[in-house]
């Protein structure tokens, strides 16, 4: 854009006065590092081995290795873009309306007290992390308080302490210390937790677990931040991996809830995701709806319809509530029964190390226990792509490649010894 008299009409900016240079706006920009998810696909794009194993995807894969759709998603996808009466527009900057309502009804359930008493609402999000982002900027506004956990820092808020959660040593939830960190948080800190299919670690809280950190929650005026990323695809069943939001709000909590339908409705690329608010009181209910709309207007504007439409007109239907809920069922079943064959297998194979922190874990993602040398071993050695933390995605291992990782697995952990 040039303005009359200016000497930058129609002449480039030069660079330290080399005319063959021209200035960009982007010349001091950063290269950013590189995340260790995408280093690891792209390594195992470049790995030219038959047997390769990519085990750190997000997705849920299938017995023939292919990221897998619901036969009920891809039906309802054919009929919605098959009726005539579906008309192209913006939707609310909230969101679809049935789709926030179903949302919320499936997290808290129908006969919740926040939903009859009207105080509890929630908002459409492009995604889990944006729904968590857009809670993290609700908080900044909104919550007296400087203390919350790398999304927060984005929205202005530079206090983030961590809590102890895995024991490497017991393969499971450190309960006692989780409580001793939560027990030592500054008293209105936001506490950031997770409701179930926890990740990395697949494993979850005990509904008395969940009871004595609720007490001590309660105690310290502490809010609660719960993550639902993928209800449903952690036991099978929807009520019991809500169960800790329905509880927390049964006590008369505050709460924020971000939930994802990417994961548990196969919808990766139309990144469906909701924040659930329940408040304490109806009249507080129109600011906070007011503020997360100014919000959502400066971050993305609107949502995208599609996915929404599908998971809204499932959750409104009870013959598809019914279908969808058996074919994640089997979903779950297939991933239980992977994680008692690798046990076993590594069992037989005589790997040092006890492994029934395959089974006692839930969900897509697998929390194996090896360490930074054992999971450079399986990439470098063996072909085979873990998280460098060590975490697996179960789904990812199928009739034709089990034996192959578990004799790798075996492999890192006695090479190491």
């Known amino acids: 854009m040039s303005r009359a008299g200016s000497s930058l009409n129609e002449t480039g900016v030069k660079l330290n006065g080399d005319p063959g240079a021209d200035l960009s706006v982007f010349t001091k920009a950063l290269t950013a590092a590189e995340s260790p998810e995408t ?3 792209s390594a195992f794009k470049k790995d030219t081995h038959a047997r390769k194993a990519y085990l750190a995807g997000r997705e849920y894969y299938s017995e023939e290795g292919k990221t897998f759709e619901l ?22 900057s909230l969101g679809l309306t049935q789709f926030t309502r179903r949302a919320t009804e499936v997290a808290l359930g129908k006969s919740s007290r926040a939903i009859v008493e009207n105080r509890a609402f929630g908002v459409q999000t ?18 007296d308080g400087d203390s919350l956990a790398g999304i927060f820092q984005a929205a ?16 499971g939830v450190c309960l006692e ?7 030592k948080a500054p008293e209105r800190s936001v506490v950031v937790l997770s409701a179930s299919a926890h990740y990395p670690t697949g494993a979850d809280l005990s509904q ?36 800790p939001v329905q509880y927390c709000a049964s006590q008369g909590m505050e709460l924020l809830c971000a939930q994802s339908f990417s994961h548990c409705f196969g919808l990766y690329g139309e990144a469906v995701g909701h924040l659930l608010c329940v408040l304490k009181q109806n009249s507080l209910l129109l600011s906070v709806q007011r503020q997360a709309d100014k ?8 949502p995208s319809v599609g996915g929404a ?24 079943e297939r991933c239980m029964l992977i994680r008692e064959v690798l046990r076993e297998r590594l069992r037989l194979l005589g790997t040092p190390g006890c492994w029934d922190h395959l089974t006692q874990q839930g969900g897509l993602y697998c929390f194996t226990g090896l360490n930074g040398e054992q999971v450079e071993f399986l990439s470098k050695r063996r072909h085979v792509y873990l998280l460098p933390i060590g975490c697996l995605n179960v789904s990812a291992i199928n009739g034709r490649n089990l034996d192959y990782i578990a004799e790798s697995i075996h492999l890192a952990v006695t090479t190491s010894v």
């Open 295 to 302: 919000i959502v207007r400066s971050l993305w504007a609107q």
């Open 208 to 243: 008395n677990q969940w009871a004595m950190i609720t007490k001590l929650v309660m105690r310290r005026r502490l809010f609660p931040f719960l993550l639902l990323p993928a209800q449903a695809l952690c036991c099978g069943d929807l009520e019991r991996d809500a169960w």
């Open 156 to 171: 202005g808020i530079p206090d983030i302490r961590q809590y102890y959660y895995w024991d490497d040593e017991q393969r």
């Open 309 to 332: 439409q599908v998971v809204a007109t499932v959750l409104s239907n009870p013959a598809h509530l019914v279908e969808w809920k058996q074919e994640l069922k089997s979903i779950v």
């Open 126 to 143: 492009p995604g889990f992390t944006a729904a968590v982002r857009l809670g993290a900027e609700l908080l900044r506004h909104w919550y």
């Open 71 to 92: 036969r009920l998603v891809r039906r309802i996808k054919q009929q919605l873009s098959a009726d005539p009466t579906t008309r192209p527009e913006y939707p609310s």
């Open 39 to 41: 280093r690891l696909l």
């Open 177 to 183: 210390k989780l409580l001793q960190d939560l027990e």
